[in-house]
């Protein structure tokens, strides 16, 4: 399985930025689907962003023209710089890593979430 630690969330004021970070274990990072998802109290899991092993991406609604999601293979790490943020981006954020097993099966590993506070 894949180990994941997020990192870099915090408290923020609205029309600010983070950025987080997600550290990857093993040595095949480079082929992972990696997404952001996020969760807020009383609310289900919504993905904010996905970035492809060809760099494709894709956004929620909410997220496009504010946030990006960039991958390092080098370092085995995602990205998800969130600029211009609203009270309504406060959530757990969750790194997700997906890969395919035997063109079958795919599996999706979790880190254990970072806190995104956004408040005057």
């Known amino acids: 399985q894949v180990q994941l630690v997020e990192s870099g969330g915090g408290l923020v004021q609205p029309g600010g930025s983070l950025r987080l970070s997600c550290a990857a274990s093993?040595?095949?990072?480079?082929?992972?689907?990696m997404g952001w998802y996020r969760q807020a109290p009383g609310k289900q899991r919504e993905l904010v962003a996905a970035?492809?092993?060809?760099?494709?991406?894709n956004y929620a609604d909410s997220a496009k023209g504010r946030f990006t999601i960039s991958r390092d293979n080098a370092k085995n790490t995602v990205y998800l710089q969130m600029n211009s943020l609203k009270p309504e981006d406060a959530a757990v954020y969750y790194c997700?890593?997906?890969?395919?097993?035997?063109?079958?099966?795919?599996?999706?590993?979790w880190g254990r979430g970072t806190q995104v506070t956004v408040s005057s």
């Open positions: 970035i492809t092993p060809g760099d494709s991406t």
């Open positions: 093993g040595s095949a990072f480079s082929g992972y689907v």
């Open positions: 997700d890593a997906r890969r395919i097993v035997f063109a079958t099966r795919s599996i999706d590993d």
